[in-house]
């Protein structure tokens, strides 16, 4: 999509997913390859791969390590921080694709990841207020003009699972599938496209969606 819509107009592309680093989250940032490897229970792909299973039923405040409510929160400032950017170029006429744009919805891998501590009794716990900060960081990020928002069938998703180099477990697939179902993208306009068919035809429906809307 760059190349295409980069014949007629100024284009940039960021990843939502992937911050930058910002003052505040470098240093922190560059042991998080080390804290990957010394503490894998820690990231949130195993805790969800947990509550899935059962292990960690409802998520309590103790579901939740301190280090990792901490690099929830930095991930929300760095995704604001890039996407406040990213809004301002938009305003003198850049046009900024982006790949997942984060949501306010509990739970979703590029969303808030502490909404549930929120409910606990203890709202005087750090864990407590971290969840606040990061709340109110992704409620600062502005919504998008356009989602395309990319689905498939949930045993097509299964399948191409299967063939993935690096598969996930089944039960992983239905719950990550489940979740991105009932997606709220609140005031943005959304375009949905089936990706169960060939790629040629899902180029163009995305192209047109995106046409539409300049």
Request: proline content about 7%; aromatic content about 6%; overall charge positive.
């Amino acid at each position: 999509m760059r190349h295409w819509l980069g014949e007629h107009f100024a284009v940039e592309q960021i990843h939502a997913g992937k911050p930058q680093s910002t003052l505040l989250s470098v240093v922190p940032n560059l042991i998080v390859p080390t804290l990957r490897v010394v503490l894998p229970s820690y990231r949130s792909s195993h805790l969800e791969a947990q509550e899935v299973s059962g292990a960690q039923p409802g998520k309590s405040d103790a579901a939740y390590p301190l280090i990792f409510a901490l690099r929830c929160v930095l991930l929300a400032h760095d995704r604001r921080a890039l996407l406040t950017r990213a809004f301002g170029r938009a305003a003198n006429g850049t046009i900024v694709l982006c790949d997942r744009y984060p949501l306010l919805s509990n739970g979703i891998p590029d969303g808030p990841q502490l909404l549930k501590l929120l409910d606990g009794p203890d709202r005087k716990s750090i864990r407590y207020r971290l969840a606040r900060i990061e709340k109110r960081l992704y409620q600062e990020i502005p919504p998008p003009d356009l989602v395309i928002a990319l689905s498939v069938p949930l045993d097509v998703a299964i399948l191409r699972n299967a063939t993935r180099g690096k598969k996930e477990p089944e039960d992983y697939v239905r719950m990550r599938h489940a979740k991105s179902s009932i997606l709220e993208y609140e005031k943005a306009s959304v375009y949905k496209v089936n990706t169960n068919q060939p790629f040629e035809n899902t180029v163009l429906e995305v192209k047109k969606a995106i046409w539409n809307i300049l």
